[in-house]
């Protein structure tokens, strides 16, 4: 049985079953690939295109079918995710904790069908985009899992830089990086403006600001209101930044390579070292007596940089296609159908 949520886990399951008896009960409710379905309930005017999971597939409640008989299925989805329908099922839509729409209202709804040719250019079109989007994904998740995996091991096993186990050096935070918050400004509107400055905060940047506090190469920690205590934050920065007093300012020693040891903090387990709850807090007397265990060649320690910055620029670039690849979609969902 086929449920709106089988199409938010991407069609991985786990599946709701019938038997052979509900099967054919439900008969009028019987799905092939390319059948499109329409959530009205919740979350209304939602639209899915049923691939092929090579077994029979049945329509379970909350839900819609759309088939044409006449016009290309594959057009009538992209038509059905344009402005010009949702507007129209906005209108229709019972409002309420738990708005829906039924049959009788959808027919209400006006098409603008051009010729069969013409469907089938759009219709292609919008399946080249949409599998040039999956691909891009599956991309990004694979790319995801390589960095998390290297992530893990550079710093922990015996990793190919090495041709024997790697010494390491047992020092504290406070030997190879300089805190620089006493260069912070308090925040308020009377002394920043809009401007072209990134204005970093404990999750990264906030707003974009006229001046100033910080010049040069600098790693960002997060003093307090960390949105996710479990990857806390870690961020670079480079360049004219203006960084207020929810992060911590780190000036890398020359002691040590910038990108191992940024990748290195990124991995690193914070929770020990935090106070109070809810609102979790990392001052700074604690910062600098952490203790950690790092790499003492410096060699390896530019190799494990440049690979793990090759695959975090590998990942952001993959990224950026995704969302331009979605940004073209939108306008062409927005343009073709007027």
Not at 36 to 52: A, E, K, Q
Not at 163 to 169: F, I, T
Request: hydrophobic content about 35%.
């Amino acid at each position: 049985m086929i449920r709106l949520q089988d199409a938010s886990n991407n069609w991985q399951g786990p599946w709701l079953y019938t038997d052979k008896k509900g099967y054919n009960f439900l008969s009028k409710s019987k799905l092939f690939p390319g059948d499109i379905v329409m959530s009205n309930v919740g979350s209304v005017g939602l639209f899915y295109l049923i691939p092929d999971l090579g077994k029979p597939m049945t329509l379970a409640p909350n839900s819609i079918l759309l088939r044409s008989s006449f016009e290309n299925n594959r057009f009538l989805f992209s038509l059905m995710n344009s402005n010009l329908i949702k507007t129209q099922i906005e209108k229709e839509k019972s409002p309420g904790a738990q708005p829906k729409i039924n049959k009788t209202d959808f027919k209400k709804i006006k098409l603008v069908i051009p010729q069969r040719t013409e469907q089938n250019v759009i219709a292609n079109l919008f399946k080249v985009i949409d599998s040039l989007l999956s691909l891009q994904q599956r991309k990004l998740e694979l790319e995801s899992l390589l960095y998390k995996h290297l992530k893990r091991n550079c710093f922990y096993n015996n990793y190919n830089f090495y041709y024997s186990k790697p010494k390491k050096l047992n020092i504290k935070m406070k030997d190879i990086i300089t805190l620089e918050d006493n260069q912070r400004i308090p925040v308020s509107e009377n002394n920043r403006k809009k401007g072209i400055t990134p204005y970093y905060g404990a999750n990264g940047i906030q707003d974009y600001v006229d001046g100033y506090t910080h010049v040069g190469q600098y790693i960002l920690i997060a003093e307090d209101g960390a949105s996710d205590i479990q990857n806390y934050p870690v961020i670079a920065v480079n360049g004219k930044v203006w960084i207020n007093n929810h992060a911590h300012v780190l000036k890398v020693n020359k002691t040590v390579d910038f990108s191992y040891l940024l990748y290195f903090l990124k991995n690193f387990n914070y929770f020990p070292w935090l106070v109070g709850s809810g609102r979790f807090k990392l001052n700074a007397k604690t910062l600098l007596n952490i203790k950690i265990s790092i790499d003492s060649n410096t060699e390896n320690q530019r190799k494990i940089g440049v690979l793990l910055n090759e695959c975090d620029s590998l990942t952001h670039a993959t990224s950026t296609r995704i969302k331009l690849i979605k940004d073209i979609k939108q306008f062409l969902l927005q343009n073709l159908f007027i």
